[in-house]
């Protein structure tokens, strides 16, 4: 085999857009010292990040071998593997031509047209099997199309001859680095700051109105800088040289994905602060978005380098089961708003709303009383990431519900040391213990029993029966009782006075569409389903926006006539309204309590 090094790598890729309108990428996938029983290429059925078999395999429209000018034939393995015949002379080089499809808008896949081009490494780079550990080399070309003129290039992999933001080559160690940093292309708008002295980069690509950077990027400074100073509070020291924040700004649309050093968003354009906004203030869209940036930012600590021991490595091809992803994705979005509040870009009022929100919304369904959060994210890969209407009904989300599981282990740990320790110290172990040397060759993944076991050894005492009975058990978690002591005052605010059917209405036109019927509601009693399209009550006409205030004519306890339409036909129904049970659960400081707000206050690093 040859030897390679930076400047002859072993497997180099060049990528282009070369029909922007057809939405295709080229790309040539050199490898120098091809297996010699014939090697075999695979792509990833899945992104780390995103637990559903996504099968990206689907979109290679073409695909072809050769070696020195002449035909190579490939045969299919399976549904995203390709082996290329024997080579006859072993030192000749292998050379691969595909085209890949790329129309999917999100932040998972790639996407490619005449405003820009998208792509993750699991869409577009063919892994080469047994060579996963060689230098990987991309030139990311400039397609060939007068709407591209002007494009840049916006990605964290480390450039090789390529000048920042330009096309040309870019290098990665190996194949799982080469994945774990998408591209952008275009002609983005482009802000820099630097948080501890490490250069961040805020990349929007859509048309954005007055859009205001200055504002935006000394916000993300300040999560920046308390995130890294909650994982290395004596160094300051993140764990990249370099981080790139690009968000895709569309009409409508909110998402994320986390990489080792950038993360990949979509939002809404209307979410994004404006210079022309009359009032300061954050708001709901812009909060919404920041605690998105905040959540992916503390993924660089928490599932990319701190990871579940099923996920070090990853199998790309098969699904990778963990019951752990409470804590990863939980406990993530524990501290995504927690950050906002400590950094000082919210207040406590503001934080206290979000967190009765994500209080609210684990108490709205009983799918909490039939699935464990451990069991949640087991099975993250059959039923969360494939959620059906009946979802409320018999799955628990091990984001929300893992979020209230940190929020009570960080309240107990507190309780129990006295204020001397907290969660702020679990995760600062498990960084220490597992994250801060992962790509350096010194991390591994964590154990569930590792997991529990951390907890008894930081607080001094046993966290056994509390991961019985909340974790891998269904119980609703004490939080007014475990508050309290904090100074902060629970309520539950629900107007059970407000007649409801219990359901969840989805958007189609201006037909009133029941999306999900909560189980035991009056619209379950009165037989009604998910799919049905409501036509009247009493005789009147029901849209999708007259629903709520059709029943507020009426009483808890009333009777209605309901006609709706299951599929083509038309069916009569009898409703015994009830009150209203979607939790409106208020948080505030208790005057007459301590004000010490718990999580609020970060415990002191030792």
Request: hydrophobic share 40%; with cysteine; proline share 5%.
């Amino acid at each position: 085999m040859k030897k390679t090094n930076k400047n002859n790598p072993a497997i180099a890729y060049s990528i282009v857009g070369h029909d922007l309108a057809a939405h295709l990428f080229h790309v040539t996938l050199t490898v120098d010292a091809p297996a010699e029983g014939g090697q075999v290429f695979a792509l990833p059925a899945w992104i780390p990040g995103s637990y559903m078999i996504r099968e990206f395999s689907r979109n290679i429209v073409r695909i072809r071998a050769e070696s020195d000018g002449q035909p190579v034939a490939l045969a299919k393995l399976d549904k995203h593997s390709w082996q290329a015949a024997p080579l006859k002379d072993h030192a000749a080089s292998l050379t691969v031509h595909y085209e890949v499809y790329a129309w999917d808008m999100s932040v998972r896949a790639a996407h490619l047209d005449q405003n820009h081009a998208f792509y993750n490494g699991t869409s577009v780079f063919l892994r080469v099997l047994g060579q996963e550990d060689q230098p990987h080399v991309v030139d990311i070309q400039r397609p060939d199309d007068d709407a591209a003129k002007t494009w840049r290039v916006a990605t964290s992999l480390p450039e090789l001859k390529a000048k920042r933001y330009g096309f040309g080559t870019y290098i990665a160690s190996n194949y799982d680095e080469l994945i774990d940093h998408p591209v952008e292309q275009g002609d983005f708008a482009l802000a820099t700051f630097k948080a501890h002295g490490i250069p961040h980069d805020i990349v929007i690509s859509g048309r954005v109105p007055n859009l205001d950077l200055p504002r935006l990027s000394a916000d993300l400074k300040k999560i920046c800088e308390t995130q890294i100073a909650f994982f290395e509070p004596k160094a300051k020291k993140a764990p990249m040289d370099r981080y790139v924040f690009m968000t895709l700004a569309v009409g409508d649309g909110y998402g994320g994905l986390e990489h080792r050093a950038s993360t990949a968003l979509i939002c809404a354009r209307a979410d994004l602060p404006s210079t022309a906004a009359a009032s300061k203030d954050i708001s709901d869209g812009y909060l919404q978005y920041l605690g998105l940036c905040s959540h992916e930012y503390f993924h660089t600590w928490n599932v990319k380098r701190i990871k579940p021991a099923a996920f070090a490595p990853y199998n790309l091809q098969v699904e990778n089961y963990s019951p752990l992803l409470w804590l990863f994705e939980g406990f993530t979005s524990y501290y995504d708003d927690l950050m906002l509040v400590r950094a000082g870009v919210i207040a406590e009022p503001a934080y206290f709303k979000l967190l009765g929100k994500t209080i609210a919304s684990v108490l709205r369904g009983s799918g909490r009383t039939k699935q464990s959060v451990a069991d949640s994210s087991f099975d993250a890969w059959g039923k969360y990431y494939r959620q059906d209407e009946n979802a409320p009904n018999s799955i628990i989300s091990y984001y929300t519900k893992g979020s209230l599981i940190a929020l009570a282990l960080d309240l107990s740990i507190r309780a129990k040391t006295g204020g001397k320790k907290s969660l702020d110290d679990v995760m600062r172990a498990l960084w220490q213990r597992y994250g801060r040397d992962f790509y350096q060759g010194g991390g591994r993944g964590v154990t569930p029993a590792e997991v529990e076991a951390l907890f008894d050894e930081i607080s001094g005492g046993r966290f056994k029966p509390f991961f019985d009975k909340y974790i891998h058990g269904t119980e609703d978690l004490p939080l007014a009782k475990m508050l309290a002591p904090f100074g902060v005052k629970y309520s539950d605010e629900r107007k059970s006075a407000k007649p409801s059917l219990d359901v969840n209405l989805g958007k189609d036109g201006n037909d009133c569409k029941l999306s999900s019927v909560h189980e035991s509601g009056a619209a379950h009693q009165a037989g009604l389903s998910a799919g049905d399209i409501l036509m009247a009550v009493d005789g009147l006409r029901v849209t999708g926006a007259n629903l709520e205030t059709l029943l507020s004519r009426y009483g808890v306890g009333s009777e209605i006539e309901i006609h709706a339409f299951r599929r083509d036909e038309l069916m009569t129904f009898t409703a015994t309204l009830q009150g209203d049970r979607v939790p409106g659960i208020s948080l505030s400081l208790d005057p007459a309590g301590k004000k010490s707000a718990g999580p609020l206050r970060p415990s002191a690093a030792r």
